[in-house]
């Protein structure tokens, strides 16, 4: 067997010129009816993270947690995000829940060390929560 090795330049256009073909034959219109089910989030389990986080990324690893990014209203760029996928059962409950810069959210849900570092995000989370809400509570 043969491998053909593509230059990344090479890939690149073949990609843009199947992609502008598509165009041109107007097959890049064509919409799909799609229907979803998932589970409802309790937006007060979203808004109790981000007071937690004091506006910060809690992800340990993160290279900037004082963040410089600002979304349109003003608010810290942050993604409350579930330990464990909430679409998969995860808990909607802050002890459970993360607010994470883009970056590190984007290495929590496909980075190659995602498993490890949802543990230590998880021990994080529930240090933050136990801090502000008492071992004891809940």
């Known amino acids: 067997m043969r491998v053909r090795v593509v230059s990344d330049e090479a890939a690149y256009n073949a990609a843009c010129d199947a992609l502008l073909e598509r165009e041109a034959a107007g097959s890049h219109e064509v919409r799909r009816a799609t ?3 998932r589970r ?5 389990a979203r808004r109790a993270v981000l007071r937690r986080s004091e506006g910060r ?4 690893e993160c290279l900037l947690p004082d963040l410089p990014y600002r979304t349109t209203t003003g608010e810290p760029l942050l993604e409350v995000d579930h330990i464990d996928d909430h679409a998969a059962g995860g808990r909607d409950y802050p002890s459970a829940m993360i607010a994470l810069c883009p970056d590190c ?3 929590k849900t496909r980075g ?4 490890e570092l949802r543990e230590r ?4 989370a529930l240090r933050r929560h136990q801090a502000l809400r008492g071992k004891s509570r809940d």
Do not use: G, I
């Open 112 to 115: 190659a060390d995602q498993d």
């Open 105 to 107: 959210q984007a290495k």
């Open 40 to 44: 409802d989030r309790d937006d007060a």
């Open 121 to 124: 995000l998880r021990v994080v």
């Open 35 to 37: 229907t979803t089910e």
């Open 57 to 60: 990324c809690e992800s340990p």
